[in-house]
C-alpha cells in the first residue's frame, strides 16, 4: 500500500472505529454519572465493574480478561469494596480463591447504567433506524464471535 492508502485505512479500520465509538460512549456515560452518587468512582473501576456483567469471577480471571495485572485488578476492586459495590465471597468448594460478587448497592448501579444504556440504543435507534440498529448488533455479535474463536 502507498502512504495515502496507510493513511486512509488507519482512520477506517475497524478496531480504531470501535475504539473512537466506546471513547465516546465511555465520556458520555461519565458525563451521565457525574450528576449523581456514584460520580467520584475512578473511569477504570467502571469498565472494571462493567466487565463483571453480573458475573461471579475470581480477581484473577478479571485481571486476564481485561488484560490488566492482577495487582492492579485487586487494587481496583479494593476500592469498589470500600464503595461497597462489591464483596469477595468463597469460590464454590473445592475451587481455590475468592470470587467477586455485586453487592446491593452495586446492583442499584447496574439498574442505573442499564437504564442509561438503554437511552443511548434509543437515541441510536432514532439516528440508525430500528432495523439498521439491529444489523449492527448482530455484526457485532458475530465479530465478537469470530474474535473468540
Known amino acids: 500500500m502507498t502512504d495515502n492508502q496507510n493513511e486512509i485505512f488507519l482512520r ?10 466506546l471513547t465516546t460512549l465511555n465520556d458520555k456515560q461519565k458525563t451521565f454519572l457525574d450528576n449523581g452518587e456514584f460520580k467520584h468512582l475512578r473511569a477504570g473501576d467502571v469498565r472494571l465493574f462493567g466487565q463483571l456483567r453480573g458475573r461471579e469471577l475470581t480477581i484473577s480471571e478479571l485481571a486476564r480478561e481485561m488484560d490488566m495485572s492482577r495487582q492492579g485488578a485487586q487494587q481496583a476492586i479494593q476500592r469498589l469494596q470500600q464503595e461497597e459495590m462489591v464483596e469477595l465471597t468463597h469460590n ?16 442499584e ?6 437504564r442509561y444504556l438503554q437511552e443511548q440504543e434509543s ?6 433506524g430500528e432495523s439498521e440498529l439491529e444489523q449492527l448488533r448482530e455484526r457485532l455479535q458475530q465479530l465478537n464471535a469470530y474474535l473468540h474463536k
Request: with cysteine.
Open 123 to 128: 437515541e441510536m435507534k432514532n439516528t440508525l
Open 12 to 21: 477506517s479500520n475497524i478496531k480504531g472505529l470501535l475504539q473512537t465509538c
Open 92 to 107: 464454590a468448594v473445592g475451587s481455590k480463591g475468592k470470587v467477586i460478587h455485586i453487592t446491593d448497592k452495586g446492583q
Open 109 to 114: 448501579y447496574r439498574q442505573l447504567i442499564a
